[in-house]
């Protein structure tokens, strides 16, 4: 039996918060089905607290210095590293994710993000614009109260990635994690209050779609970063528009991986591995449509399985264990609907494809061949271990066919052509390129989508425009000329 019941449901103005007069949500462990915690949807009562905590710190947070805020996210990042065992367990009984992966991927990113944009801190600034005598300075200013929604396959990185930077420009939050895994997020708060950060800069509220909507509509909102689906992406901005709130939206993706007989083979196989059953498949960036030249395909094909076939599925906190099960029934439920629409279409099962006789909710890695670009599987995200390998023969061919989606999240290519591999990325429709890997997002590399895959930037400096505005102040030296 597991435990992971955390002090209280919600964190607000410095301190754990309950009212059991919310929904309850139950916490399900998905490499077992048993339940490990439970936690209260925020009502009214507690969303306004959140908002009213958030809007009522952001003065005294916006006048520290920036280097005076970076120190405070500098040392929570050194926090998170220290108890990266820890957060790391709680990732993995959050999302069912293995240990292997949390151990190295989640309260790590978290805390690069927390370093990098502390460091950054204190040298945001703004500019200065002779005009003859006259002329103009910039100010760099946060937005104000911003909030956060993440979605449920990276619960430490997704609160990170987006606390951050916003508090890095001087802005406060109120965060709501996935109602699938609203575990993480707490501890995120906690560390910062423990960092220093003073009450209501970073808040945790639980709940559901209608949470995030009650928060998204309240006009003391000034920005709202989404990570999450296209449909709720869509809805968020809608609201938000009302109010003219910034946004930023970082939604799903069905990216092109292409690969070119000139590619070294096992590390094409490699990217399509890490870009399809990371995770059990369940990452935004996902190279889902594998476009394999026809001369390499069955050599390739015929590798990808044998190294499928040394997956380790096992007790996800064991440190052996390499591949996990699907974060919650709902949604092995959805992927095991697409496999079978995969079957229906025509496509041919090459490996995997069923559910693992074990507790929880645990899906094969699955690899489809003869996979044709009308199917189902080839257009709709899946979000799931399931990967489809298209056959090309041309350049321009793939790459028109690699585009020829709504989604503009990603796209990948391998191959030892130097110039053919940066005309492909200069070709491609898609937010994050890779050329020769996959799936990597440092902090210091800006990410997200194009089309129907997102708006605005997380990381790297560009992540700053999105948690900041700029004043322009025009100052005259000399003499007003008015024309009457
Ligand atoms: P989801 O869209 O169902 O939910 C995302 C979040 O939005 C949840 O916290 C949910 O409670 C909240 N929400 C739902 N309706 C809302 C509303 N009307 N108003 C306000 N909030 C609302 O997504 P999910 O199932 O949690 O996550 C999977 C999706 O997220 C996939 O499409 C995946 O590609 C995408 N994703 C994108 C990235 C990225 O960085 N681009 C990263 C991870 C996941």
């Not at 996210?73 to 590293?81: K, S």
């Not at 094909?301 to 906190?317: C, F, N, Q, S, Y």
């Not at 053919?420 to 890997?437: D, E, L, P, S, W």
């Amino acid at each position: 039996m597991h435990n992971a019941q955390p002090t209280a449901s919600h964190f607000i103005h410095g301190a754990y918060v309950e009212d059991s007069a919310g929904d309850v949500i139950d916490c399900i462990y998905a490499a077992s089905g048993e339940k490990i915690a439970q936690v209260h949807a925020a009502t009214p009562a507690v969303i306004e607290r959140a908002l009213a905590s958030a809007d009522s710190a952001k003065a005294e947070w916006a006048a520290l210095t920036g280097t005076e805020r970076g120190r405070i996210l500098r040392r929570a990042a050194d926090i998170l590293r220290a108890r990266n065992h820890d957060l790391s367990v709680l990732e993995t009984l959050d999302t069912g994710k293995p240990y292997s992966e949390t151990s190295v991927a989640d309260a790590t990113s978290g805390a690069d993000a927390l370093e990098y944009f502390g460091g950054l801190a204190g040298s945001l600034t703004g500019e200065h614009i002779q005009l003859g005598d006259d002329f103009v300075y910039t100010m760099r200013e946060p937005l104000g109260l911003c909030v956060g929604i993440g979605a449920w396959n990276y619960p430490t990185q997704i609160a990170c990635w987006k606390a951050a930077p916003a508090l890095a420009c001087g802005n406060t939050m109120v965060f709501k994690p996935s109602e699938t895994t609203p575990l993480c997020a707490l501890k995120v708060a906690e560390i910062l209050v423990e960092a220093g950060a003073p009450p209501g800069v970073f808040n945790v509220v639980q709940g559901a779609g209608t949470v995030g909507a009650a928060l998204v509509g309240d006009p003391r909102v000034a920005k709202v970063s989404l990570t999450g689906s296209v449909p709720t992406g869509r809805k968020i901005y809608a609201a938000a528009a009302a109010d003219m709130k910034h946004v930023t939206m970082e939604l799903g993706g069905k990216s092109p991986l292409v690969v070119f007989e000139d590619a070294d083979i096992e590390d094409a196989v490699s990217g399509a591995i890490l870009g399809n059953f990371y995770s059990t498949g369940q990452v935004c960036s996902n190279g889902t449509r594998v476009f394999v030249q026809r001369s390499i395909r069955a050599t390739f094909v015929a590798r990808l399985i044998e190294r499928l076939k040394t997956v380790t599925m096992g007790d996800p906190l064991d440190a052996a264990t390499t591949y996990g099960p699907m974060v919650s029934e709902r949604q092995m439920k959805i992927v095991q609907g697409f496999i079978a629409k995969g079957i229906e279409g025509g496509a041919t099962l090459a490996h995997g494809g069923s559910r693992v006789e074990r507790p929880g909710f645990w899906l094969e890695p699955t690899v489809f061949t003869d996979v044709t670009d009308d199917m189902t599987i080839a257009k709709d995200e899946i979000f799931g271990p399931v990967l489809s390998v298209l056959d090309f023969d041309t350049e321009a061919e793939v790459l028109a066919r690699a585009n020829a989606t709504d989604y503009g999240l990603a796209a990948g290519v391998f191959t030892n052509d130097l110039t053919r591999a940066h005309r492909m990325v200069k070709g491609f429709q898609a937010g994050t390129c890779y050329i020769n890997t996959y799936n990597l997002a440092p902090v210091e590399a800006p990410f997200g989508g194009v089309k129907q895959s997102g708006v605005g930037r997380e990381n790297s400096k560009e992540a700053i425009h999105h948690y900041s505005q700029v004043r322009s102040v025009y100052v005259g030296m000399g003499p007003v000329e008015a024309p009457f």
